[in-house]
């Protein structure tokens, strides 16, 4: 039973993120949350997991904290942002009795491999599809879903550039996510996982998906990969990198590559996606926490970096949202909890590495399901499938 539910919650986060449980009016349970639980409630009972000590201390310190910052916070602070944060992160406060042996660890990296390679196919041929009709179903299938089952969280589902759309792998929100799972693809090929036919897909994908995050993810992962085993592979990917890249600057306008001109600091920097994303959040945190010493330590309290009014577009990464909401010691004791969480274990430090850089810097992945739970079943019931 818990091998089909760690299956059911690996695949409800991949495929069904358009799919939500109704939990109030404007939120939806991902899926893959809800086996998530059962996942880790089964492993529990047959004893395969406990609660750690000193982890259970440091979520104690987050809990606290982050609950202090709710109650001196601004009046536009929200109890559901807090209670979401506690909700989502508590799995990590529990490790496996069993270590990651190499088995474990493949059959996890095989299972999602394969899940990836079907995502890739799926974006390729959702892309390629425009190009000869286009329904509205074709980038955003929600509407046909009852409303009882649509995943009511706000993303940027179909997003135009040029004269076409970029693709989002048909089953998810946004073409960032697209581009990000297909750079875990690739780190998951360099570790030794997969065919060289799955690792040029994964690239294909990447390239219809038009989305930087996936390409910084993607040299994160090349970086360390250097210093791994699997030379071979590493060296061939990099040439269908190098392909890749010089394929993008030949194209018709440079689409994918002209993006890197959003970071230049013109005077209409401040609106481009890419400044929004990387280059706006630090004017708001600089602004924001510098105002006085206990916003500095404790933030402005859940859900509040949202709804401050800016005269500038600005996204909410982690780094971000986390230190303007809860501080610096809301922060620090939530890093230093999921820090100690993962690196308990022998898994990947490749996985490990790319999670923290997808997490922390390219998204507003905080309170975000489906980013949480690949690293959750990775370092805390991977062992057991």
């Not at 996890?108 to 000869?132: D, E, P, R, T, W």
């Not at 980038?139 to 089952?149: G, I, S």
Request: charged share 15%; glycine share 8%.
């Amino acid at each position: 039973m818990l091998k089909g539910l760690i299956f059911l919650t690996a695949f409800s986060q991949v495929f069904l993120s358009r799919f939500g449980i109704p939990i109030g009016s404007d939120f939806s349970l991902s899926p893959c949350y809800f086996f998530l639980y059962l996942s880790i409630f089964i492993a529990a009972k047959k004893r395969l997991l406990y609660i750690d000590i000193a982890l259970a201390l440091l979520f104690l310190g987050a809990v606290l904290s982050s609950a202090f910052s709710y109650f001196i916070g601004e009046p536009e602070k929200s109890l559901s942002s807090l209670t979401l944060l506690w909700f989502i992160y508590l799995p990590f406060v529990f490790m496996p009795r069993t270590k990651m042996t190499d088995y474990g660890d493949r059959g996890f990296l095989n299972l999602y491999y394969k899940f990836l390679m079907f995502l890739a196919v799926s974006g390729i041929v959702q892309f390629l599809c425009q190009f000869l009709f286009r329904p509205d179903w074709l980038f955003d299938y929600r509407p046909l879903l009852p409303v009882y089952m649509q995943n009511k969280n706000l993303m940027n589902t179909v997003i135009p550039i040029g004269g076409f759309i970029k693709s989002n792998g048909f089953f998810l929100l946004e073409p960032a996510y697209f581009s990000q799972w297909m750079a875990y693809g690739i780190a998951i090929f360099l570790l030794g996982t997969g065919s060289y036919l799955g690792c040029v897909l994964f690239f294909l994908g990447l390239l219809v998906s038009f989305s930087g995050t996936g390409l910084i993810l993607l040299g994160v992962i090349f970086t360390l990969a250097a210093f791994f085993p699997k030379r071979g592979r590493l060296l061939i990917v990099l040439s269908c990198f190098v392909f890749f890249m010089l394929f993008s600057l030949l194209s018709k306008d440079n689409l994918l590559i002209s993006r890197l001109d959003e970071f230049k600091g013109d005077a209409g920097v401040r609106t481009t996606s890419a400044a929004a994303r990387f280059k706006n959040p630090t004017i708001v945190i600089k602004e924001g926490l510098m105002k006085s010493p206990t916003r500095f330590l404790l933030g402005y309290g859940p859900g509040t970096i949202s709804k401050v009014t800016r005269d500038y577009e600005t996204h909410d990464p982690v780094w971000a949202k986390l230190f303007f909401e809860y501080g610096i010691v809301g922060g620090c004791f939530l890093i230093a909890y999921l820090y100690l969480s993962c690196r308990k274990t022998n898994g990947s430090a490749l996985i490990f590495s790319a999670f923290v850089v997808q997490w922390f810097c390219l998204g507003g992945h905080l309170l975000t399901f489906e980013v949480v739970v690949f690293v959750v079943l990775y370092y805390k019931l991977a062992p057991f499938i």
